[in-house]
């Protein structure tokens, strides 16, 4: 069993900045990829920000310049950085993470996709 736990969401007003943070528990071998992915009200979950496990970044147009992800693998935990916060950010944002669960999973190449609970940010003055 694998869980993926979110903190760091809140109401903050335009300009201001959040921290997120992500961290994976449970039945873990090898984690890959990392994200963060937002969902506003009446529109589609969409892709924030990507880190591999490498450290390789990427981010969405809308973000880049103000979102930072980082990674610490000691700690199997995802950050997300937030500076200038834009009213247009208000979403519930959702960590992912592709994860093989045991060594046998990983020499199979057996990778899942899990999800955290999602956590709330809100921009309005």
């Known amino acids: 069993q694998v869980q993926l736990v979110e903190s760091g969401g809140g109401l903050v007003q335009p300009g201001g900045s959040l921290r997120l943070s992500c961290a994976a528990s449970g039945s873990i071998f090898s984690i890959y990829a990392m994200g963060w992915y937002r969902q506003a009200p009446g529109k589609q979950r969409e892709l924030v920000a990507g880190i591999t496990s490498g450290g390789s970044t990427n981010y969405a147009d809308s973000v880049k310049g103000r979102f930072t992800i980082s990674r610490d693998n000691a700690k199997n935990t995802v950050y997300l950085q937030m500076n200038s916060l834009k009213p247009e950010d208000t979403a519930v944002y959702y960590c992912?993470?592709?994860?093989?669960?045991?060594?046998?999973?990983?020499?199979?190449?057996?990778?899942?996709?899990?999800w955290g609970q999602g956590t709330q940010v809100t921009v309005s003055p």
């Open positions: 992912n993470a592709e994860i093989s669960p045991t060594s046998i999973a990983t020499m199979k190449g057996e990778v899942y996709d899990y």
